[in-house]
């Protein structure tokens, strides 16, 4: 939806190795999000872009890394990937032109972290 | 912070039948931007419908209707003549009317239809 491509989009990995998942828009907008997804916990926010090189933190920070070096990437990174990171992934665009300023969201990216 | 609660984890209604999904928020802000998505079994997050704080008149998506409650912070969801295709997952959002755009999402409600 709205030109939001995750990749990948299946990953499973063992603790202590890095993971870097991107996130790719095609509509040059300028806010970006990550999110994750856990049972009884609804989306989390992770990190947040305001455009190229302007990142903050979201609720659940620790452990992730964040950069945007391009308007249509924003790439997640875990230093070292540890068990409670296995989760999916959601990034998100907001398109304040769409009707009602919508935020779309990605297609996730299921991360397991053996 | 703001925070959103969903109380029901789980709902069903019989098909073509009425089902309210119920929300609740805090927030000391005025400026706000309430939203329903649905995730189905595909996992892909899909907007159902959105409320301005500011606007009195609830919003209304062909059979998706809310009740927005302002001085009870409340945000509920009305399906009408429910599909099997509702079926899904139904997380309420809020959104600051103060810039950056993040969202802050309730738990969840697993809505079961019943044919």
């Known amino acids: 939806d709205a030109g939001i491509t995750q990749s990948p989009r299946h990953k499973v990995t063992e603790t202590g190795t890095p993971v870097t998942l991107r996130c790719h828009q095609t509509?040059?907008?300028?806010?970006m999000y990550w999110y994750r997804q856990d049972p009884g916990h609804g989306l989390r926010l992770i990190h947040y872009?305001?455009?190229?090189?302007?990142?903050d933190k979201g609720e659940v920070s620790d452990g992730y890394s964040v950069s945007r070096s391009k308007t249509e990437d924003f790439l997640l990174t875990l230093e070292s990937a540890t068990s409670s990171q296995t989760s999916v992934y959601f990034c998100?665009?907001?398109?304040?032109?769409?009707?009602?300023?919508?935020?779309?969201f990605g297609p996730g990216t299921r991360l397991t972290v053996t | 912070a703001q925070t959103v609660t969903q109380s029901q984890p789980e709902m069903s209604v019989q098909e073509a039948e009425t089902v309210t999904l119920s929300c609740t928020y805090d927030t000391s802000e005025s400026d706000y931007y309430l939203f329903w998505y649905k995730q189905p079994p595909s996992r892909q997050m899909i907007l159902v419908i959105r409320?301005?704080?500011?606007?009195?008149q609830n919003a209304t998506e062909n059979r998706f209707s809310v009740n927005f409650q302002k001085a009870a912070k409340s945000f509920s969801l009305k399906i009408s003549d429910s599909q099997l295709g509702d079926a899904a997952m139904y997380f309420c959002?809020?959104?600051?009317?103060?810039?950056?755009?993040?969202?802050?999402f309730g738990t969840g409600t697993r809505l079961t239809i019943i044919p």
């Open positions: 998100a665009i907001f398109d304040p032109s769409a009707g009602g300023k919508k935020q779309y």
């Open positions: 509509e040059n907008h300028r806010y």
């Open positions: 959002a809020y959104r600051s009317g103060l810039g950056n755009e993040k969202l802050t």
């Open positions: 409320q301005e704080a500011y606007k009195q």
């Open positions: 872009s305001y455009g190229v090189k302007d990142t």
